[in-house]
């Protein structure tokens, strides 16, 4: 029951280099990061994406998230997105439809860092460093992210909260070093038996 009423998407090209020999058309939203990276490339598949979208045969720029996923719904397109907005786009379609129609390509390229910029030598720098560290330390971003990214339930296959990252360690991290402690304090009193009480070193022997 749970499989036919949440049937798994598989999405039809796996990696961006399989798209231009695909039957798909491509999307990319206007004014972004990825805009700039097609049209500006100069060699290999990036180049051949941008080539369409600047000639419009094989790919579109659109305005808005939303324009881009009415391009997939209603034809033969791949929308190019952010990860975080493709996975929160597929929730709130499933919201609006009932039915997931959207899945995400299983390779992720064009990772990039955000940062904030300050003046040299900014008083604020070390304090903004210090505060972040901890905030990446302590798990907080994925605490954020656990509350309020919008939940998948599983139900449309590739679309899941990622736990990856630094968080808080619990005691089922640190059972190795228990193990170890344990191990190390049984020897130890074997050896301080032996040392302490001769009798004790003889009875070892005759058992072994």
């Known amino acids: 029951m749970s499989f036919l009423r949440f049937p798994k998407l598989f999405p039809i ?3 961006l ?19 700039t990276l097609f049209l500006e490339a100069t060699t290999g598949v990036y180049k051949t994406i941008g080539e369409g979208l600047l000639n419009q045969q094989r790919g579109s720029l659109i305005d808005v ?3 881009g996923v009415h391009h997939v719904t209603n034809g033969s397109y791949a929308y190019i997105a952010g990860k975080s907005n493709l996975e929160s786009l597929i929730y709130d379609d499933y919201t609006r439809s009932g039915i997931c129609r959207l899945s ?4 992720e390229f064009f990772k990039i860092n955000v940062a904030f910029a300050f ?18 330390e302590s798990g907080l971003g994925i605490y954020w992210k656990k509350l309020y990214w919008p939940p998948s339930d ?3 296959g590739k ?13 089922i991290d640190l059972q190795g070093a228990f ?15 032996i040392e302490r009480f001769p009798s004790f070193s003889t009875i070892c022997k005759l058992i072994s």
């Open 13 to 15: 090209v796996s990696q």
């Open 17 to 35: 280099e399989e798209l231009p020999e695909s039957h798909l058309k491509w999307a990319v939203q206007r004014g972004t990061a990825l805009d």
């Open 65 to 67: 998230n939303e324009d």
């Open 104 to 107: 995400i390509a299983q390779q």
């Open 119 to 136: 003046q040299k030598n900014s008083p604020l720098k070390p304090f903004i460093d210090k505060k972040i560290l901890q905030m990446v």
């Open 154 to 156: 599983g139900k449309c």
């Open 159 to 171: 679309v899941k909260q990622s736990d990856t990252g630094p968080k808080s360690l619990s005691l």
């Open 179 to 193: 193990i170890i402690l344990a191990i190390g304090s049984g020897i130890a009193f074997i050896v301080l038996l």
